[in-house]
Nanobody
Framework: QVQLVESGGGLVQTGGSLRLSCAAS????????MGWYRQAPGKQRELVAH???????NYADSVKGRFTISRDNAKNTVYLEMNSLKPEDTALYYC??????????????WGQGTQVTVSS
């Protein structure tokens, strides 16, 4: 069993910053890619940022230059630094990780989500 627990969401004004964290725990042998997704009301869940185990990153065009994803492999934790926030960044943010529990295969896990609200 693997759990992903997000933290760091909240209410912020336009132009402000937030830092999200997601810690993985449980039966973990290895974690491959980790990422952040978001879902706004009435919209589909979308990829925000992804980071490989080796540190390669990719971002949605809408957040490039404003958001930074990073990870601490020793702590099984992924972070999302969000700057210059806009009202359109308002969404429920989910953490995602590909986790191998016994070294045989990688399974996809999701956190419960953390709300980010940007006021105009």
């Amino acid at each position: 069993q693997v759990q992903l627990v997000e933290s760091g969401g909240g209410l912020v004004q336009t132009g402000g910053s937030l830092r999200l964290s997601c810690a993985a725990s449980g039966s973990i042998f290895s974690i491959n890619g980790m990422g952040w997704y978001r879902q706004a009301p009435g919209k589909q869940r979308e990829l925000v940022a992804h980071i490989s185990r080796g540190g390669s990153t990719n971002y949605a065009d809408s957040v490039k230059g404003r958001f930074t994803i990073s990870r601490d492999n020793a702590k099984n934790t992924v972070y999302l630094e969000m700057n210059s926030l806009k009202p359109e960044d308002t969404a429920l943010y989910y953490c995602n990780a590909a986790v191998s529990s016994y070294g045989l295969r990688y399974d996809n896990y999701w956190g419960q989500g953390t709300q980010v609200t940007v006021s105009s």
